[in-house]
């Protein structure tokens, strides 16, 4: 999720902003939580940040691999 918020030049506030004109209700701080991997996404978050950042849904999961744990990026 960083990487991605990242290359696209956001900052979290910024990124929460253009999430919520697409009707999400999350939070900044929430935001950082699933950045940090403390909290879970919603799947109407997932769509709103997947047409936000315009990829395919796979790129949320890149370099994510069956069984393997820590930090999503």
Do not use: H, W
């Not at 799947?43 to 936000?52: E, F, M, P, S």
């Not at 990829?55 to 820590?70: H, K, L, N, S």
């Amino acid at each position: 999720m960083k990487r991605l918020r990242k290359r696209a030049n956001l900052s979290q506030e910024k990124l929460v902003g253009k999430m919520n004109l697409l009707g999400s209700r999350l939070d900044r701080s929430a935001y950082s939580k699933i950045e940090l991997g403390e909290r879970n996404i919603k799947v109407t978050d997932l769509v709103a940040l997947q047409k936000i950042y315009c990829v395919r849904f796979d790129e949320f999961f890149a370099g994510i691999g069956p069984g393997e744990e820590g930090e999503i990026e």
